[in-house]
T-cell receptor, first 115, second 111 residues
Framework: DVKVTQSSRYLVKRTGEKVFLECVQD?????MFWYRQDPGLGLRLIYF???????EKGDIPEGYSVSREKKERFSLILESASTNQTSMYLC??????????????FGPGTRLTVT | KQEVTQIPAALSVPEGENLVLNCSFT??????LQWFRQDPGKGLTSLLL?????REQTSGRLNASLDKSSGRSTLYIAASQPGDSATYLC??????????FGQGTRLTINP
């Protein structure tokens, strides 16, 4: 079974702190993704990466950065956390390529609260 | 720009009923469509994936159909159970990597 794990289920941080959210997958997938999920707005893509050290902006990259130093690990960084970044953060992975059989696998999520 | 819509936003039915959840999308140029389940406060669990060349997929009591030309997919749940209560999300894969999600249908099965 594909396994995507996230470092924390719940996290509480203060405004202005630097926050790291970690995601690890064990299926040797090339693609990794970070989404945030908010009531009424659904899931929105923040960043994705299709290879080590490669990244692409998603729909809402402002206020976030990412790091992918190893294939299995993808980190989301909030340089200076703000209250409007309180949300559920979901990581996902998938194989790279055009095959329509490729699906995304999601981790359990991190509920981040910024106070 | 691709838009995915799920109707209804919420649905409550008695246990044992068969039910249908709907998903529509505006651009038929998709690679595949996935149906997910999400329990409160949890991540997404993939239920079914329908490839662009397929018409339907089945897993146990679940059956998903895809009509690309009309931009529609349905998720059919047979003999519903209280354990089926969750939010169901559909997502289309557009481009090589990106998923576009609907807002979800919150399903409640009453014992």
């Amino acid at each position: 079974d594909v396994k995507v794990t996230q470092s924390s289920r719940y996290l509480v941080k203060r405004t202005g702190e630097k926050v790291f959210l970690e995601c690890v997958q064990d299926m040797d997938h090339e693609n990794m993704f970070w989404y945030r999920q908010d009531p009424g707005l659904g899931l929105r893509l923040i960043y994705f990466s299709y290879d080590v050290k490669m990244k692409e902006k998603g729909d809402i990259p402002e206020g976030y950065s990412v790091s992918r130093e190893k294939k299995e690990r993808f980190s989301l960084i909030l340089e200076s956390a703000s209250t409007n970044q309180t949300s559920m953060y979901l990581c996902a992975s998938s194989p790279f390529g055009l095959a329509d059989s490729y699906e995304q696998y999601f981790g359990p999520g991190t509920r981040l609260t910024v106070t | 720009k691709q838009e995915v819509t799920q109707i209804p936003a919420a649905l409550s039915v008695p246990e044992g009923e068969n039910l249908v959840l709907n998903c529509s999308f505006t651009d038929s140029a998709i690679y595949n469509l996935q149906w997910f389940r999400q329990d409160p406060g949890k991540g997404l669990t993939s239920l079914l994936l329908i490839q662009s060349s397929q018409r339907e997929q089945t897993s146990g009591r679940l059956n998903a159909s895809l009509d690309k030309s009309s931009g529609r997919s349905t998720l059919y749940i047979a003999a519903s159970q209280p354990g089926d209560s969750a939010t169901y999300l559909c997502a289309v894969r557009q481009g090589a990597q990106k998923l576009v999600f609907g807002q979800g249908t919150r399903l409640t099965i009453n014992p």
